[in-house]
C-alpha cells in the first residue's frame, strides 16, 4: 500500500478562498518533506521543501504568504493555497525523503479554482 | 544551479522497438541520479537510480548508466511494451537533497 498519503486527490474551490492539502507519511518519520507543483504537460517544479518544526523553504519566485506549509509533526505536512484564483489551479504533489529508500512520492492533487 | 535536459518528446514507438531517452545534468559535486515514471492517472513511481558514476540502475527492462564524463544518464530497454506507455522523468539530488526534474518525456508505445 501506499507508504505517502496525500488527501484530497482533487477539489475544486471558488476563486478567493483557501484550500489545504494534506501529506501523510504512514511509515516513516519524515523531518523533511517537499511540495512540487506539476503544471500540464510539463515537470515538476520544487515549491518548498518542508521540515519539521521549523519554517519551511521556498524555492525563489514561490509566494510565502500564497502557499502556506505548516509540518507540524513527522509524519503530516500540510499546504494551504491561500486566496486561490484560477491561476493556482495545478498538480499539487508530496514528496518524502525516506532514507535509504529514497524518495516516495504522493498521488497528488489536482486543484481546480473556479 | 544544478538542473537537467531531457530530450521533448513525445516519442512514439512500434511495440519491442528499443527506446532511447536522453537525459544531461549539470551539478556540482556528485549528484545522484534517478529516472521516474508516471502512468497515465497515476502518480511518479521510482524506476531506476544511480548514486555514483559508472554506476547502471536497471528495473523491469530498463537501464541507465551514470557516465560522469558526459554528464549523462539516458534511459534505455531493448524492447517496449504498450504497458511502457508513460511520462519518464529524469532527477538528480545533489548537495542540497532537494530533487530536480527534467521536463519529462511522453512514451508512446503502439501495438
Known amino acids: 500500500g501506499a507508504v505517502v498519503s496525500q488527501h484530497p486527490s482533487w477539489v475544486i474551490c471558488k476563486s478567493g478562498t483557501s484550500v489545504k492539502i494534506e501529506c501523510r507519511s504512514l511509515?516513516?518519520?519524515?523531518?523533511?518533506m517537499f511540495w512540487y507543483r506539476q503544471f500540464p504537460k510539463q515537470s515538476l517544479m520544487l515549491m518548498a521543501t518542508?521540515?519539521?518544526?521549523?519554517?519551511?523553504?521556498?524555492e525563489q519566485g514561490v509566494e510565502k504568504d500564497k502557499f502556506l506549509i505548516n509540518h507540524a509533526s513527522l509524519t503530516l505536512s500540510t499546504l494551504t493555497v491561500t486566496s486561490a484564483h484560477p491561476e493556482d489551479s495545478s498538480f499539487y504533489i508530496c514528496?518524502?525523503?525516506?532514507?535509504?529508500?529514497?524518495?516516495?512520492f504522493g498521488s497528488g492533487t489536482r486543484l481546480t479554482v473556479v | 544551479g544544478d538542473s537537467v535536459t531531457q530530450m521533448e518528446g513525445p516519442v512514439t514507438l512500434s511495440e519491442e522497438a528499443f527506446l532511447t531517452i536522453n537525459c544531461t545534468y549539470t551539478?556540482?559535486?556528485?549528484?545522484?541520479l534517478f529516472w521516474y515514471v508516471q502512468y497515465p492517472g497515476e502518480g511518479l513511481q521510482l524506476l531506476l537510480k544511480?548514486?555514483?558514476?559508472?554506476d547502471k540502475g536497471s528495473n523491469k527492462g530498463f537501464e541507465a548508466t551514470y557516465r560522469k564524463e558526459t554528464t549523462s544518464f539516458h534511459l534505455e530497454k531493448g524492447s517496449v511494451q504498450v504497458s511502457d506507455s508513460a511520462v519518464y522523468f529524469c532527477?538528480?539530488?545533489?548537495?542540497?537533497?532537494?530533487?530536480?526534474f527534467g521536463t519529462g518525456t511522453l512514451l508512446a508505445v503502439q501495438p
Open positions: 551539478a556540482t559535486g556528485y549528484p545522484s
Open positions: 518542508s521540515n519539521e518544526g521549523s519554517k519551511a523553504t521556498y
Open positions: 511509515d516513516f518519520q519524515a523531518t523533511t
Open positions: 532527477a538528480l539530488s545533489g548537495a542540497t537533497n532537494k530533487l530536480i
Open positions: 544511480a548514486t555514483k558514476a559508472d
Open positions: 514528496s518524502v525523503e525516506r532514507g535509504v529508500y529514497g524518495y516516495t
